[in-house]
């Protein structure tokens, strides 16, 4: 990974290090507002453009990420530490091997959360209430592709590359507004109005 290919030390502010704790700190607050503003923009445009039963599914839905993502932000701090001392230790080889275990293993879990969604997608659309397959099945897609999040997000953080951390992370924020407002839009007939589009964004 191109981030693990430089072996200089890290740098960490307050020991001796360049990056400034109030300049890191007022550029994760901005981009985190950001990804705010994004989240809450696309949830009220979800709620304009649907109907309220299907708006209720779309936010039964996006609960979904919420119960996947709060676990698996403990990942991304694991990694993060992981990846502070790899590169303290200027061992960057080590934290590359890391990073393709890990990307396997979290990839096999998407591809595992694809096929279970699919295979069992009758008693789980039966259990949301909803008869429309693309529903789930564009879910299990999301959350199975977003995974590797805590990954890189991490091993960015480790870095401090504080920038590059939180345009990924607060950039999907933001890609959702845009992709799911382009769907609803472009999208003609009953499918526009599905909470399948909220899913797939």
Avoid: C, K
């Amino acid at each position: 990974m191109s981030v693990l290919a430089e072996t200089d030390p890290v740098e960490i502010p307050g020991m001796g290090g360049e990056p400034s704790l109030a300049g890191s700190s007022l550029l994760l607050l901005a981009f985190t507002q950001i990804g705010n503003l994004a989240n809450l923009g696309f949830q009220v445009f979800m709620g304009w453009s649907l109907p309220p039963r299907d708006f209720t599914l779309f936010m039964a839905m996006n609960s979904v990420f919420l119960l996947v993502m709060q676990p698996a932000d403990a990942l991304r701090s694991a990694f993060s530490h992981t990846t502070t001392l790899g590169l303290r230790a200027s061992r960057p080889g080590a934290l590359r091997g890391m990073a393709r275990v890990w990307w396997g293993r979290l990839s096999l879990t998407g591809v595992a959360v694809i096929l279970v969604s699919t295979l069992a997608r009758r008693p789980l659309l039966g259990w949301i209430g909803h008869d429309d397959p693309r529903l789930l099945l564009a879910t299990a897609v999301a959350v199975g592709g977003v995974l590797w999040q805590p990954l890189y997000v991490g091993m960015l953080q480790g870095r401090q590359a504080f920038g590059w951390m939180m345009a990924a992370q607060q950039g999907m924020a933001v890609a959702r507004l845009v992709v799911g407002v382009a769907l609803v839009r472009l999208v003609t007939g009953p499918v526009a109005a599905s909470p399948m589009l909220a899913a797939a964004a």
